[in-house]
């Protein structure tokens, strides 16, 4: 057995405090030479502030960190990066309207002249196979391509650790492959990787040590090798897990909605046009779309719920009835429900009290407004009832929606809706930002709702919620819909290709057929 | 009224005159938005320049400290307006238009002292035989302040587009938190951007006071600032441009005073007194129908800038 050398990084005790919550309670762990270690937790168990203290742009309150053997404080991400610590942030720090090399400039705290940090930069993206071209502008550039500018940003200035937060929250399983091909080369080369992710599947694959948190304490420092996926995960929930419960051989009945070349001019100077998108939903059929973020999901939805109408009244049928150019309320009025992925400000007005937020959507099918009055006992009285079926912590209809956490204002919004009954739902990211308790029951909620006749539309990034959810799947690229497919059976690597822009023969959407 | 070379030569004259103090503000507001900032007080900031020019031209006799007293003055009420609004986080639309009010209010309550005194001129930089010419004089015969400002739109461009320090104004104006999250200063940066806001439109005020009419009257800018604001965005944020845009509503003004001292205008003078004003209006919303001027603006122009914690 080997001596373990000094840590390359070794917290101990470190503890941070937020008003009224405690983020950090404790934490201790070591990093070592050209290590890849998983940090590992649920949303809000304080892996983002651990790091954050770790590249400096917070203090912890108490607690040590020693890098490689001596204690420091970093002050700044400055210092942090003079000492060899280098971080690529899941939101990017990236300026659209710049080019590759002035975003690169940017993040570097010496003045390299422009030629010779094109050299550098070449050079760096040779040797990693992180291939840019260094004059492009940010916004013409994929998501994938963005990271490797923050991964030969972070790279450039030889790190000895490389903290990557959630790297492949984004990227497509093709993308994610290239990933960890870099990271397993810099690892080999004796950099320390500190990898923050809730994908078990990848730490699996990918880190040596992963340490989990748990609700800002540390729970534990294991070999993911060992453990099993399912183990780490009731770590990290603290409970055992809850499969969706999906009643086996479901049929699907008549068709409930129909979108037939559906066509919407981008908004914006980087706004992406809808160009012919086609497919149908049934009735008891949950129909995933899935995509890397930015390819039209949010046009889609505007088109779906009727925020965007289109110019043609056949695009869009619910039970029979066009719909294509009617509005979100006349749209409702036909039973289509939707919900984008935007909680605070777009579902819900973040200083209205749940109740007056339930009217909003709720007000025509459930008779909440007579002859211009609002009647708000009804609106209480539903309120509470969504707060009591889906489990929403908060303390009646009269609370804030902005007071409620991300998790429960998503489970009030999706109760908002689901207890309407709609024959067709629309929901973006409906998991976004939530935690798994909070998750497994939206989840078996849309399940549950599909299971009473109404057909669902699920866009969605996250290919592992749509996989597990869906029946029907289809791939949203550059504004574009791909041919669906059956989930069961459906081919990881084809679905990849069709997220990164490869169709293939699935590149033409059939119109579909007249009723 | 005989169209003679020196008929087109006077006409040039009075309409760089004219566009200076415009550009001169325009410049100082397209550093000032670069950096994601939106201060509508451009009007009040020339007003203070120009009155803090004036009466300290009247004291010591000499427009040169006149011009130094106008810039610092302009920067002065700047940073009044940086404090609101990157410290405290106001508003910035209502914060700029208090500022214009501040200004227009201030000028006037001390240019009451000053009314009716007459300040020294610039001498020229060139010899007076060629600054003299009937001919030359087109490329001589001008203030200072007029050279100054085209040598600003240089440095401005340059500044911006070559200097590390013009890419992280850009940065800072582009994604502020981005900017934060590297590292860089984004309210320090604003600040200064503000304060050479400032600075340059208290110059340009100071054109008004000291060169154009060396006297003081109430609301002497007359609304340029306004036009100086409009230009900005008629120039998509390009310093080249802000000097063509200048320069053409240089000659749009020129026409009215064209038409009421010849009376050869078929259409009243009034008319084309106003044809700047519409000329903004009409720009602004041409520009504002095509998309691509959102490649250019500033995405987080006139957005607090708040860091999560």
């Known amino acids: 057995m080997q001596t373990s050398p000094v840590p390359r990084l070794e917290l101990t005790g470190i503890t941070k405090r937020f008003p009224g919550v405690l983020a950090n309670d404790n934490v201790g762990f070591a990093v070592k030479p050209g290590e890849i270690h998983a940090l590992l937790g649920e949303n809000g168990a304080g892996k983002s502030t651990l790091v954050k203290m770790i590249y400096g742009i917070m203090q912890p309150d108490a607690g040590q960190i020693r890098w490689n053997g001596q204690a420091i404080t970093v002050s700044n991400p400055k210092a942090a990066r003079k000492l060899g610590i280098g971080m690529v942030f899941q939101h990017f720090s990236l300026f659209d309207a710049m080019t590759v090399l002035e975003n690169i400039a940017l993040g570097l705290d010496t003045r390299v002249p422009q030629r010779e940090l094109e050299a550098k930069i070449r050079a760096v993206m040779q040797q990693y196979g992180l291939l840019l071209d260094p004059h492009r502008t940010v916004s013409t550039l994929s998501v994938g391509e963005r990271q490797r500018i923050e991964i030969v940003r972070a790279l450039l200035l030889d790190p000895e650790l490389l903290i990557m937060d959630e790297p492949t929250s984004v990227l497509t399983p093709q993308e994610v492959e290239q990933l960890f091909v870099v990271l397993r080369k810099l690892a080999s080369e004796g950099c320390s990787i500190l990898y923050i992710s809730h994908k078990l599947h990848e730490i699996k694959a990918l880190c040596d040590t992963a340490t989990i948190l748990r609700g800002g304490k540390l729970v534990d420092t294991c070999d993911p090798k060992v453990e099993t996926s399912r183990s780490m995960a009731e770590k990290m929930i603290g409970a055992g897990l809850k499969e969706i419960r999906k009643p086996a051989g479901r049929s699907f009945g008549q068709e409930r909605l129909i979108v037939n070349r559906l066509n919407l001019p981008g908004v914006g100077p980087f706004g992406i046009t809808l160009s012919d998108i086609t497919f149908t939903a049934r009735a008891g059929e949950i129909f995933g779309i899935a995509g890397v973020a930015g390819n039209g999901q949010n046009a889609l939805l505007l088109a779906l719920s009727g925020e965007a109408p289109s110019e043609d009244a056949d695009a869009i049928s619910v039970d029979g009835a066009r719909v294509g150019r009617l509005t979100a309320k006349q749209r409702r009025m036909k039973g289509m429900a939707s919900v984008p992925e935007e909680r605070n400000g777009h579902a819900a007005v973040p200083d209205f009290s749940l109740s007056d937020n339930t009217i909003l959507t709720a007000r025509d099918r459930l008779g909440m407004v007579q002859g211009g009055l609002i009647n708000s006992g009804a609106a209480r009285t539903y309120a509470g009832e969504v707060i009591t079926s889906f489990a929403v912590k908060a303390q009646g209809p009269g609370s804030l929606a902005g007071s409620l956490s991300g998790g429960n204002l998503q489970k009030y919004i999706m109760g908002r809706e689901i207890m309407q009954k709609p024959g067709v739902l629309v929901v973006s990211q409906p998991t976004w930002g939530v935690d798994a308790g909070a998750a497994a029951a939206i989840h078996q909620a849309l399940v549950d709702l599909a299971g009473q006749g109404s057909a669902i539309v699920v866009i969605s990034q996250d290919l592992d919620e749509l996989l597990s959810l869906c029946d029907t799947l289809a791939v949203i690229n550059g504004g574009r819909l791909s041919k669906p497919m059956q989930v069961a059976g459906a081919d990881i690597h084809e679905i990849g290709l069709l997220m990164g822009g490869i169709h293939g023969d699935h590149a033409a959407p059939e119109p579909a057929h007249a009723h | ?309």
């Open chain 2, 1 to 309: 009224m005989q169209m003679t070379p020196e008929f087109f030569i006077l006409a040039i004259v009075t309409i760089v005159g004219i566009s200076t103090p415009i550009l001169l503000a325009a410049l100082g507001e397209l550093v000032v938005e670069k950096a994601g900032v939106l201060n509508l007080g451009v009007e009040g900031m020339m007003l203070v320049g120009a009155i803090a020019g004036f009466a300290t031209t009247v004291f010591t006799g000499n427009p040169w400290v006149g011009v130094l007293a106008a810039a610092a003055a302009g920067a002065t009420s700047s940073l009044i307006f940086g404090f609101l609004t990157l410290s405290l986080n106001s508003n910035q639309v209502a914060t700029g238009l208090a500022l214009t009010i501040f200004g227009t209010g201030v000028s006037s309550l001390i240019g009451t002292a000053f009314v009716g005194r007459i300040v020294p001129q610039f001498g020229s930089i060139f010899p007076p035989e060629l600054a003299r010419d009937p001919i030359l004089k087109v490329l001589f015969g001008y203030s200072p302040i007029v050279y100054f400002s085209i040598i600003m739109v240089v440095l401005v461009w340059w500044f911006l587009t070559s200097t590390r320090a013009g890419l992280i104004l850009r940065a800072v104006g582009e994604n502020d938190l981005s900017a934060h999250s590297i590292g860089y200063s984004v309210i320090g940066v604003r600040y200064l951007a503000v304060a050479f806001g400032g600075a340059m439109a208290g110059i340009g005020g100071a054109y008004f006071s000291l060169v154009i009419t060396p006297m003081w009257a109430e609301r002497m800018t007359a609304g340029r600032g306004w036009i100086a604001l409009a230009l900005v965005v008629f120039a998509s944020w390009r310093a080249p441009r802000l000097l063509v845009g200048a320069y053409f509503f240089g000659v749009l003004v020129y026409l009215e005073l064209f038409a009421k001292a010849s009376g050869l205008s078929i259409l009243p003078s009034q008319f084309w007194a106003a044809m700047p004003y519409l000329m903004t209006v009409v720009v602004l919303t041409l520009i504002s129908m095509r998309d691509r001027i959102g490649l250019n603006a500033p995405a987080c122009l006139g957005k607090p800038f708040l860091p999560a914690t």
